[in-house]
């Protein structure tokens, strides 16, 4: 399965934010939207990720205050980034390796959207109930003994 299966099962809503937005707004937009990270874009390019683990390091480092502080200071400005015909398994060894909850899905330079961790364990487990119904199926059609 590749990651391209999963973004049409999830759609393509993308929620980004600028790096001069300030640290505060986009805390407001996760908890508004119900999600776990931002697209950080300037000039329609891909420039880094917020998400609650960069949150949290803000609030720790700040002794429990977001602080005044703009996106630019505390996004990943570095993000792992992933194609649309990444495997799903690729995706997952990466994942774990690299302990990344989100990953942008990259087409040269056009943002398609972010997989989740949640996204791929979803999609894994629906693959294999679907594999394990055809297997079912196709046990009880087995012909028996003398049919042939």
Do not use: C
Request: glycine share 6%; proline share 3%.
């Amino acid at each position: 399965m590749k990651v391209s299966e999963i973004l049409k099962v999830k759609g393509d809503i993308l929620y980004t934010v600028t790096p001069n937005t300030s640290i505060l707004d986009a805390i407001h937009t996760m908890v508004e939207k119900d999600i776990g990270s931002l697209v950080v874009m300037e000039y329609g390019t891909l420039v880094g990720m917020l998400s609650f683990r960069e949150i949290m390091k803000t609030i720790d480092g700040n002794n429990g205050s977001v602080g005044d502080d703009t996106v630019r200071k505390h996004m990943d400005d570095h993000p792992i980034t992933i194609t649309p015909d990444t495997e799903v398994n690729e995706v997952r060894r990466i994942m774990l390796e690299k302990h990344a909850r989100y990953v942008p899905i990259m087409d040269a330079k056009t943002v398609h959207g972010v997989i989740s961790f949640y996204d791929v364990a979803r999609a894994v487990l629906e693959a294999q109930s679907f594999e394990n119904k055809m297997l079912k199926a196709y046990i009880r059609d087995w012909p028996a003994e003398g049919d042939e």
